[in-house]
Nanobody, 127 residues
Framework: QVQLVESGGGLVQAGGSLRLSCAASGRTFKGYAMGWFRQAPGKEREFVATISRSGDITYYTESVKGRFTISRDNAKNTVYLRMNSLKTEDTAVYYC????????????????????WGQGTQVTVSS
């Protein structure tokens, strides 16, 4: 198993930036593809970004393309989500997740395929 702890959330004005971190412990971090999801009040959880084990492949939901960047440091057992040009509609609890499906270049936007989840970190973007 792997344990995930997110950090870096907070309150920011529209147009600002935040960097979320997700620290992993337990099994070897590089054995997992990683994802970020978010859930806004009254809405279902939605996919944000994913990165393969190698870090070579990333994939984003359309609404964050060009603004958010997912990355990972396998030496530090950490995945990041850099969020620029934040909008009020980005307000949500952000969760990182890990999956051990597939191979080196595997990635997925399906929450059903992630077995491990962090507790979430709140991001609030004010107008």
């Amino acid at each position: 198993q792997v344990q995930l702890v997110e950090s870096g959330g907070g309150l920011v004005q529209a147009g600002g930036s935040l960097r979320l971190s997700c620290a992993a412990s337990g099994r070897t971090f590089k054995g997992y593809a990683m994802g970020w999801f978010r859930q806004a009040p009254g809405k279902e959880r939605e996919f944000v970004a994913t990165i393969s084990r190698s870090g070579d492949i990333t994939y984003y939901t359309e609404s964050v393309k060009g603004r958010f960047t997912i990355s990972r440091d396998n030496a530090k057992n950490t995945v990041y989500l850099r969020m620029n040009s934040l909008k009020t509609e980005d307000t949500a609890v952000y969760y990182c997740a890990a999956t051990d499906y597939g191979g080196r270049d595997y990635y997925t936007d399906s929450s059903d395929e992630y077995a491990y989840w962090g507790q979430g970190t709140q991001v609030t973007v004010s107008s």
